[in-house]
């Protein structure tokens, strides 16, 4: 949704942080068709990578300087692709928490990123049961 105003340095951070949110709970299709799309939406075209091989401490520290609006939009975003599958497990979390803590996203703010993604999902969802009928 906001992907496209970051730059390429953030877009490839946020890409790279995302697999590792994709594929730390072990269930990676929702999140797949996801990272697909936000891959079309930023313009790129990124392949997925071994979120093994990521390193997320030096991800965070490569968009630290970045303006709080492209930070806010990088955890909005990767809110949005633990979101996903609407579960959560203790890694999802734990990789929100380091991301949010290291891009100084407040918990106020963090608290409205996060309740606008399940929003729009939701809204999303519902419609989509509408259209199904």
């Not at 906001?2 to 269930?27: H, P, Y």
């Not at 309740?115 to 509408?130: A, H, L, P």
């Amino acid at each position: 949704m906001l992907l496209d105003e970051l730059t390429m340095e953030e877009k490839k951070a946020f890409w790279n942080i995302a697999n590792v949110l994709a594929s730390v709970d072990g269930r990676v299709m929702e999140e797949v068709s996801i990272l697909n799309q936000y891959n079309e939406e930023m313009g790129v075209n990124f392949a997925f990578i071994d979120a093994s091989l990521v390193d997320v401490k030096k991800e965070i520290e490569s968009i630290k300087s970045s303006s709080l609006r492209s930070r806010k939009i990088v955890y909005f975003e990767l809110f949005g692709v633990a979101y996903a599958d609407t579960e959560f497990d203790d890694s999802e979390k734990a990789v929100l928490d380091e991301v949010s803590s290291g891009l100084g996203i407040t918990g106020d703010d963090r608290e409205v990123l996060e309740q606008s993604v399940r929003t729009i999902y939701d809204t999303y969802r519902k419609i989509g049961e509408v259209l199904d009928v």
